[in-house]
Structure formats: structure tokens, C-alpha cells
């Protein structure tokens, strides 16, 4: 039998991504079993304490065991972590030691929405894809610039290292566990049982966009802000370098250490930003609001919306808006 570790740190976590891990593999156990089949999972919450609070006290968890007792496990899940990280990081260097340890045993590791700072605070991340809520990438890229963030992404897997986008997302990327250590069938059972979509591949259509300006380049923030103040003109990247007196190879260059985008794509998310909150709120037709963000070709605004939104701008219309209906 395998050994999962869904594991309880100390500090500010999210009990709703311990409480459905533990679930829906509980549940693919019950399953498995079901068929006649040994179940495939010892599963054990773990962490350094016997009890963890949650929410002032209105919750706890009392972790089945102290990882000091796990020599050996083949899957940890690493939960979400609340906004204060580096606190919660400092509470847990013991359990942030032996998830390393483990992985170099041959443990395989998910980490759970902004759990990726735990997992990212092990070294294990360094030169590898990551995902993590998409309100924390500022921070987390801050922090972890080693890391190659992909927040578009709602799971990544590479080298036996999984990580997820945001909040309750967590779900996709259990049933997709699921599948990888169970089987198909097994998931498509707790996907209709917990009524989880399968085969989600991106968070981007959740995204709000708020610019990453948590740097000390002055230059590109004053370059940032020139972009977000003229959304409805088209900006040559030329232009801009030369208007703050900076070399366009070197411009490019020091936009993306700061903000993780180039300025092209950095000046495409602002427009489609502006576009997303127009068909969310307002009666505007496809052209109008193509328009006003400084698009006057159909298929180029389509083609960018669905790069950065993973749909098209009517299913995102029709989507987010309740009046969508009585539209063009």
C-alpha cells in the first residue's frame, strides 16, 4: 500500500483544501475497494503539532502523526497557505526540511494553490514551472524569482512536482491525481460524485489583472502606468523605450525581471482587462468594446481575448453577464 501525507503546517493554511483532499481520496479508496480491489492509499494528516487551529479557533485539526514518524511516503499534499507567508514559513522550517528529504527519497509533491510558497521555500522549485493564485503572483515572484510562474496554468507536472492556481481550483487538481495514481474511471466516478469538472487546463478566465508592480524599477513603473493611462491607443514598444531613454532590447529586458511579461503582453493583458469588465457590466457590442481598447481588427482582438482568457469574447460575455441574452 502507498503512503499519502496531506500535510498540516503550523500557522495561517486553508482547512478547505486538507478537509477535500482527505475526502476525495477517502472516497477513491471506498471506491477502489468496492470493485473488490485493495485500497491504494494509507492516508495520514501530518504536521509538527497535535492540534492546529483554524479561523480564531473555530476549527482545529489534530494531524494523525507527527512527521517525525514518517520515514518513507510516496505523495504529499501541501495545503494552502493564508496571506501571511513568510510567518508561516519561519513556523514551519522543520516540516519545509522534510518534505525536501522526502522528495529526495522519491516522493512525489502537490502543492495546493499558495501552498506553492511552502513548496517553492524547499528549493524544489528552482528552474522548474510552477502555479499559484493568481493574487499572490506578485509576492510569490518577489520572493521565489528562481521560479518559473506560469499562473495561467491551473496545474503543472514536471519531475514528480504538481502545483495548482487558486483557491478552490485545488478540486481539479485532486481529481487529477486521481486519474494519474488510480485510473479514468476512477476520477470520472468522484467527478460526478463531487460534481468537479475534469480536464481544466487554465485559471486564466478567473484572472482579474492588476498590473505586477511590487519591483524598484521606477522606469518601468512610470512605463507601466503610461501603458494602463492610454488603453484605447495602440503603443509602439519603440515609442516607449525611446520616451523613457532606454535602449528597446535593455527596455525589454528590465520589464520583464520586473513584472514577468514582456511590454507587449504586459499592454495586451491591460487591454484585455478593460475588455473583460466592459462585457461583464455594460450593453456594449463585441466591436464597440474591440474599440475602445484600441483594437480595430476582429480577428486580432479574438485571438489575443482567447490567449489571455481561454475564451472568446462572446462565451466570455454571455458567461459573466446576466443580460447577455437580450445583446446583439
Known amino acids: 500500500m502507498k503512503h499519502l501525507t496531506i500535510i498540516v503546517p503550523n500557522g495561517e493554511n486553508n482547512l478547505s483544501s486538507i478537509v477535500g483532499t482527505y475526502k476525495i481520496f477517502t472516497k477513491a479508496n471506498e471506491y477502489r475497494k468496492a470493485s473488490g480491489k485493495r485500497e491504494l492509499f494509507k492516508i495520514e494528516l501530518a504536521g509538527l503539532s497535535k492540534e492546529v487551529e483554524f479561523y480564531d479557533g473555530l476549527f482545529c485539526v489534530k494531524p494523525h502523526t507527527n512527521i517525525s514518524n514518517i520515514d518513507k511516503t510516496n505523495l504529499i499534499i501541501i495545503p494552502s497557505l493564508n496571506h501571511n507567508y513568510e510567518s508561516t514559513l519561519k513556523q514551519n522550517k522543520l516540516l519545509i526540511d522534510w518534505i525536501e528529504k522526502q522528495y529526495a527519497k522519491g516522493a512525489e509533491i502537490a502543492s495546493i494553490c499558495t501552498g506553492a510558497f511552502m513548496l517553492a521555500s524547499t528549493g524544489l522549485l528552482d528552474g522548474k514551472i510552477c502555479s499559484t493564485h493568481w493574487t499572490a503572483c506578485d509576492a510569490f515572484r518577489k520572493m521565489f ?6 499562473t495561467d496554468k491551473l496545474i503543472t ?10 483557491a478552490y481550483s485545488f478540486l481539479n487538481l485532486i481529481i487529477y491525481l486521481i486519474e494519474k495514481y488510480y485510473d479514468r474511471p476512477t476520477a470520472i466516478f468522484l467527478s460526478k460524485i463531487f460534481q468537479i469538472e475534469m480536464d481544466r487546463d487554465t485559471q486564466s478566465g478567473f484572472t482579474i489583472f492588476h ?80 474599440y475602445d481598447v484600441g483594437y480595430n481588427d476582429v480577428k486580432a482582438f479574438r485571438e489575443v481575448f482567447r490567449k489571455i482568457t481561454g475564451m472568446l469574447p462572446l462565451e466570455y460575455r454571455n458567461k459573466y453577464n446576466k443580460n447577455a441574452s437580450v445583446f446583439e
Open 211 to 290: 498590473g505586477q508592480k511590487l519591483h524598484n524599477d521606477e522606469v518601468i513603473q512610470q512605463a507601466q502606468s503610461y501603458i494602463e493611462s492610454k488603453i484605447d491607443e495602440k503603443i509602439s514598444i519603440e515609442y516607449l523605450s525611446s520616451k523613457f531613454a532606454v535602449g528597446r532590447r535593455n527596455f525589454d529586458r528590465r520589464f520583464i525581471a520586473a513584472t514577468g511579461n514582456t511590454p507587449v503582453e504586459y499592454s495586451q493583458r491591460v487591454k484585455m482587462e478593460s475588455a473583460k469588465k466592459a462585457f461583464e457590466n455594460t450593453r456594449k457590442t463585441i466591436n464597440e468594446v474591440m
Open 157 to 166: 507536472h514536471e519531475n514528480g512536482i504538481y502545483t495548482n492556481g487558486g
Open 145 to 150: 524569482p528562481a521560479v518559473n510562474l506560469q
